[in-house]
């Protein structure tokens, strides 16, 4: 693994790297970006509902530089969601799904603890439900076990990345997002050969009902990283 080259390692690593005596983080700062207004209103029914709702507009359909200040925003939404439904597995893993991608906008040294704090949010869903959201909070702590550096900056590690990823495979065999980032995985283990099979097999998954803005733009990253694989 070189988790060095995956761009969250980047944006987090950006931020200890002196270039012409500055610190260089790899997006706009959140006080940059323009306000975004609240927009989640969760149900009791589905209390993340509107979490993914807007996470997917904020990911797909918002400027690169505007989306930390988003992300930064929905996350106290997602707070609230978390202290409305303390033990809802769910809620705690849509929380790390917010922080995490905030982390990859925000960059430099701030995405660390976001990172982190996502980390012990999928390990609390996954203390109360093992199974959650299909597998979904095994896939995203292995996302972050490969994407974040290891010792001495971060947590990253190759070994727990796989096997929490191969679980939610397990659970998700045919799921759009476990599939997507084992294939990434493989792509950042050099196994070209494998990322392929594996994207291929995501852009094949069946669509989530209620999630098709999320689905159109994970199938639009799909489709780049094959082009860039095969091309």
Known sequence: MNAFRHPLAVAILAGLLPVAGLLVATSVRAADAPAVASTVAASEAS??????????????GMAANAQAAAFETLAKEADAVVAAHPRDAAALTWRGIIEASWAGAKGGLGALSLVKKAKADFEAALAIDDAV??????????????????????????????????????????????????ADFLRDQGDDAGAVAAFRKALAAPPRPGRESADAGRRGEIEAALAALEG
């Open 133 to 182: 959201l299909d597998g979904s909070a095994h896939t995203s702590l292995g996302s972050l076990y490969y994407q974040v550096p290891g010792w001495p900056v971060g947590f990253g590690d190759e070994d727990a990345a796989r096997e929490h990823l191969q679980t939610g495979l397990r659970m998700n065999p045919a799921g759009i997002d476990s599939n997507y980032f084992w």
């Open 47 to 60: 209390p993340v509902a509107g979490l993914q709702a807007r996470w997917a507009e904020i990911k797909y």
